[in-house]
């Protein structure tokens, strides 16, 4: 009576369908409808429902007639609003299709606007999207492409026809200033990495301004932390690669609900030694670049000996979050891992452990690190600025941690500690101890944590690393091995 009207979806099993939906869709959308008569068919079988209560059975039926309304956003060509999509050129010739209502002033799209949006994941990543070609609407599988799975737009991409609407292969590419804050592009001058207090350190200064901190964590294991201090002059060929990656490699992933999309290939000897990829055409040029690149932190900042890649891999995310568990095995041969983008959090813990030394070995390290942490100080007023470096030095040595290295003080924390009176000598600000009667505070976990900038690498050798990985934006980690 109101003629509300209803929007239909059928299966690909329905005897309502009227016509062959090719394998891939398995239901169809076929547009608004009012019912415009409907009957009631009451059946004779009566139902005892309980003592006291009966019922009969009633039979619907609804017979509906198709109202232009929703088209706008999906069709290429809106003249042809005025007739169903799935009706074939005869049926439109003949005039057979009676419009009761035209609903094209209240309903715009039954999807999603969402659904409909250009593609521009640095601003939101879309769940899905819907191609204009053949109507199919696809998931957001690819990290930077949208490609159809329909095997008519799949066709189309075989043949080398040219495609009626860019989104088939629509490609966009964030620039690096795009996938960071502004506090994030600021040069730095040490890295914020964090170790037990018996692991080892050598700091590499490089003539090109590059820094090696080499983490010794074990006989015969070590990390090295090649870090560029967030200088562009360091991070050019990071930034042209995070370009070209974007454009040139499809990553994608198979489970929708991983935040993970990858890319990855086997190099065979001869390309490794000459890179030609001839031999393997489906093998984008760029990935002998990024293995050129690999090597080049290797052997000019890591000095591996004989290094080698004969794997690579291409992983990039574009939400924040974490993953712990999976393994970088580096027992026989090196890894290397790049980063690219958005600032990452990696945390390594060797399976041989770390090594022990006793703590008086750190001892000379951490008094001359007390002038590094008196400077930190001063981020907060000059009131607390004498107790907070005595402070900080205590609170290394409780936690057993070596200043170069880790326990360096939080300029917020403390300064939150310093409090109206600016004393720091309770335990709660020295360290998170539990109450003023001297007792230790906890032992910081046994891992190695480093935090990676825009075209910082990390090398690992001599053991299998589980790692964890905080993800701070959108990203893309190169990583190289040999297998």
Known sequence: MDKTPLLVFVSRESGLIPLQLPPEYACCCLGLFVISDLNADIKNTTIAISKTQKCERVQWRLTLEWAPGGEEGLLVNINEKSHPWWIDSVEKGVGSVKIPRDMNSLYFSFLPLDLLAGFKPSECFPRGWYCRDCGMLNAQRYFRHQICQSSKCKRKLEQGKATTNDNDLICHIDPLQALRGPHHRLPIRDPLDYAPSSVGKIDTSWDDMMRNLTYQVNSGVRVQHVFTGNQEILQQDATKLLLDIQKDVILSRSDLHSPYFTWSTKLDHGHICSGD??????????????????????????????????HIMIQAW???????GAVFNAKSHVVTIICLGAE???????????????????????????????????????????????GAVINCRQAGGDPNVMNQPDPLALGEACGPSGN????????????????????????????????????????????????SGTTILLIGSCE
């Open 277 to 310: 990829p001839p031999g393997q055409p489906e093998i984008p040029r760029l990935v002998f670049d990024i293995q050129d690149i690999l090597l080049h932190y290797m052997q000019t900042y890591g000095e591996v000996n004989n290094a080698n890649i004969n």
């Open 318 to 324: 574009v939400t924040p979050g974490s993953k712990r």
């Open 344 to 390: 990452v959090v990696m945390n390594l813990v060797p399976k041989r452990g770390f090594t022990e030394i006793p703590i008086e070995g750190a001892e000379d390290r951490m008094e001359i690190d007390s002038e590094r942490i008196l400077s930190a100080s001063q981020l907060v007023d000059d009131g607390c600025s004498e107790t907070l470096a005595s």
């Open 424 to 471: 720091l000598g309770n335990a709660k600000a020295a360290g998170k101890g539990k109450g003023a009667g001297g007792k230790k505070s906890k032992q910081a976990p046994l891992e190695l944590s480093m935090t990676l900038v825009h075209g910082d690498a990390i090398i690992l050798e001599g053991d299998e690393f589980e790692y964890q990985i905080k993800r």
